[in-house]
């Protein structure tokens, strides 16, 4: 693995259906985001974590829930799908958090929710 | 509220210079990001800036203005492998980056 990893790439999921979106870094860095990304919009912070055992809400966080058991690991996990949930996730990593550092991000996730 | 605003589609012709604008009002400001996405892409960190003036990277220069609440992304020589959506982000107080909805660049031969 070099840098960060998602999984799946794309998926089509019935609406009520629960789906856990996965995020892997291997750059060991504190900080961890969720992210949308909407035609039109620019990416809204859905949730965030600033090191292991700890997360936080960011922008639009209704109907999502993370995790962060460990340093590497950050999923996103849709409890019962929308059809507003349909978009492109993006997982992305930085050094820490209350400091400004360039983000890095994971390749992207397409969900569509029927 | 917290708002950046960028234009939504640009074209330019290869081998040409072209400047990306960005104004933004934040609640408070920590740095400004722009960052580089093609379709289909994750975004890729282009430039930071935090105190006013000019960075120049290569071919790539952001330049801020703090009072003005405006940068911008100025691209020289430009090669069709600059056609792309190019985002602009804030730092808030918070330290949380608030984006731009992004420039669609379109390079013409």
């Known amino acids: 693995i070099a840098g960060i990893t998602q999984a799946p790439t794309s998926q089509i999921l019935a609406a009520g259906r629960r789906m856990t979106l996965r995020c892997t870094q291997d750059m060991r860095h504190n900080a961890m985001y969720w992210y949308r990304q909407d035609l039109g919009l620019g990416l809204r912070l859905i949730h965030y974590s600033n090191t292991a055992g700890t997360t936080g809400k960011g922008e639009v966080p209704d109907g999502y829930s993370v995790s962060r058991a460990n340093t590497d690991d950050f999923p996103l996990t849709l409890a019962s799908a929308v059809p507003s949930q349909t978009s492109v996730y993006f997982c992305?990593?930085?050094?820490?958090?209350?400091?400004?550092?360039?983000?890095?991000f994971g390749p992207g996730t397409r969900l569509t929710v029927l | 509220g917290q708002n950046i605003d960028q234009p939504t589609e640009m074209t330019a012709t290869e081998g040409a210079i072209v400047q990306i604008n960005c104004t933004y009002q934040?609640?408070?400001?920590?740095?400004l990001f722009w960052y580089q996405q093609h379709a289909g892409e994750a975004p890729t960190f282009l430039s930071y800036?935090?105190l006013d003036g000019l960075e120049e990277k290569g071919r790539f220069s952001s330049f801020l203005s703090r009072s003005k609440g405006y940068s911008y992304l100025l691209l020289k020589e430009l090669q069709m492998k600059d056609s792309a959506s190019y985002l602009c982000?804030?730092?808030?107080?918070?330290?949380?980056?608030?984006w731009g909805a992004g420039t669609k660049l379109i390079i013409k031969p």
């Open positions: 800036n935090v």
């Open positions: 992305a990593s930085s050094r820490q958090r209350a400091v400004v550092d360039e983000q890095f």
């Open positions: 934040t609640s408070g400001f920590n740095g």
């Open positions: 982000a804030v730092s808030d107080s918070n330290y949380q980056l608030i």
